[in-house]
Nanobody, 125 residues
Framework: QVQLVESGGGLVQAGGSLRLSCAAS????????VGWFRQAPGKGREFVTA????????YYTDSVKGRFTISRDNTKNTVHLQMNSLKPEETAVYYC??????????????????WGQGTQVTVSS
């Protein structure tokens, strides 16, 4: 089975930056489509960004375009999420997710099969 682990969360002030990392065991991440989601208190899990394996495109939810960047470091078998100019409303638990093949979409939690436990990101005013 595939196990994913997120790291890099923490407390930052508004306007600050964090870099999250997603590592995998049981599977090479370069062979998976990988997405990032976030879940704020009392809300559902929201799509943030995704990267397709095999040199496919990347996608971002509109609210993070120009500020967040998803990238792969295949030598370390990790996927990163660079988050700049963070806003307090982006306080949430951030999850990475993986899937071998997309079925219909890539923006919903049900589109992914493998999940990490999440890492807390807190953005203070």
């Amino acid at each position: 089975q595939v196990q994913l682990v997120e790291s890099g969360g923490g407390l930052v002030q508004a306007g600050g930056s964090l870099r999250l990392s997603c590592a995998a065991s049981g599977r090479t991440l370069s062979s998976l489509h990988v997405g990032w989601f976030r879940q704020a208190p009392g809300k559902g899990r929201e799509f943030v960004t995704a990267t397709f394996c095999g040199g496919g495109p990347t996608y971002y939810t509109d609210s993070v375009k120009g500020r967040f960047t998803i990238s792969r470091d295949n030598t370390k078998n990790t996927v990163h999420l660079q988050m700049n100019s963070l806003k307090p409303e982006e306080t949430a638990v951030y999850y990475c997710a993986g899937v071998e093949s997309y079925r219909t979409n890539y923006k919903r939690p049900d589109d992914y099969d493998y999940w990490g436990q999440g890492t807390q990101v807190t953005v203070s005013s």
